[in-house]
C-alpha cells in the first residue's frame, strides 16, 4: 500500500470556482503534513503546511483529519494562475523522510 | 525563504557515461539533504537521504552503487550517476532541510541518456 493517496484528477474548474482535494496517508505514525504546489517540469514549492486545528491563508484552506488519516486543500475563487499539480506530502519526525501522493492536477478555465 | 540551487540544470550524456549534479543550499546549513527521481506524471520517490559527514540512507531498489551520494559539506551533496543508461533518463532533485521540517527544493536536473 502506498504512503500517500491522491486522486490523480484532473480537476478541471472555471475561474471563481471553489476546488477541494483529499489525501489520505497510511502510517499512523506520521507527524507533519504538508500541501506542495508544482508547476509543469519545475520544482515542488511549498504550499501551506497542515496542522492539526486547520489553517488557512488566503483563499486556501488545509485541514488534517488524524483519526481517518487524511488531508484536505480547499482552494476558493480559483484563478487561472492555480493551475499546476498539488503534492500532499507526509512525513515522519524521525529521518524526516518526505512521502508524495501522486499528486492532482488542476487547471483552472476562464 | 531558503534557496537551493542544482547543477546542472539538465544533461545530455551517452549510455555508459557517468554524471555528477550538484545541490547546494546556497543561505541555510543542511545536515541533511535528500535526492528525489520524478519520472512523467508520476510523483517524486525518494531515492536517498544524504547525511553531512556519513554515508547515505537508500531507499529499497535504489543502488547505492549506481547512484553515489557524496555529502562533504554542510552546504553541498552530490549525487553521481554511473554508468547511465536510457532508462536512468529522469528529473533529478535534491531537497535541503532547514531543521524546521520543511524541505525547500532544487530547480532540478533534467538527465537524458542517449
Known amino acids: 500500500r502506498k504512503e500517500v493517496e491522491q486522486d490523480p484528477g484532473p480537476f478541471n474548474v472555471p475561474e471563481g470556482a471553489t476546488v477541494a482535494f483529499n489525501c489520505t496517508y497510511s502510517?499512523?505514525?506520521?507527524?507533519?503534513f504538508f500541501w506542495y504546489r508544482q508547476d509543469c517540469r519545475k520544482e515542488p514549492k511549498l504550499l501551506m503546511s497542515?496542522?492539526?486545528s486547520g489553517n488557512e491563508d488566503g483563499r486556501f484552506t488545509a485541514q488534517l483529519n488524524r483519526a481517518s488519516q487524511y488531508i484536505s486543500l480547499l482552494i476558493r475563487d480559483s484563478k487561472l494562475s492555480d493551475s499546476a499539480t498539488y503534492l500532499c506530502?507526509?512525513?515522519?519526525?524521525?529521518?524526516?523522510?518526505?512521502?508524495f501522493g501522486t499528486g492532482t492536477s488542476l487547471t483552472v478555465i476562464p | 525563504g531558503a534557496v537551493v540551487s542544482q547543477h546542472p540544470s539538465w544533461v545530455i550524456c551517452k549510455s555508459g557515461t557517468s554524471v555528477k549534479i550538484e545541490c547546494r543550499s546556497l543561505?541555510?546549513?543542511?545536515?541533511?539533504m535528500f535526492w528525489y527521481r520524478q519520472f512523467p506524471k508520476q510523483s517524486l520517490m525518494l531515492m536517498a537521504t544524504?547525511?553531512?559527514?556519513?554515508?547515505?540512507?537508500?531507499e529499497q531498489g535504489v543502488e547505492k552503487d549506481k547512484f553515489l551520494i557524496n555529502h562533504a559539506s554542510l552546504t553541498l551533496s552530490t549525487l553521481t550517476v554511473t554508468s547511465a543508461h536510457p532508462e536512468d533518463s529522469s528529473f533529478y532533485i535534491c531537497?535541503?532541510?532547514?531543521?524546521?521540517?520543511?524541505?525547500?527544493f532544487g530547480p532540478g536536473t533534467r538527465l537524458l541518456v542517449l
Open positions: 497542515v496542522y492539526s
Open positions: 531537497s535541503a532541510d532547514d531543521t524546521q521540517e520543511t524541505q525547500y
Open positions: 544524504s547525511n553531512e559527514g556519513s554515508k547515505a540512507t537508500y
Open positions: 502510517n499512523s505514525a506520521s507527524q507533519s
Open positions: 506530502v507526509v512525513s515522519l519526525i524521525t529521518g524526516n523522510q518526505f512521502y
Open positions: 543561505d541555510f546549513q543542511a545536515t541533511t
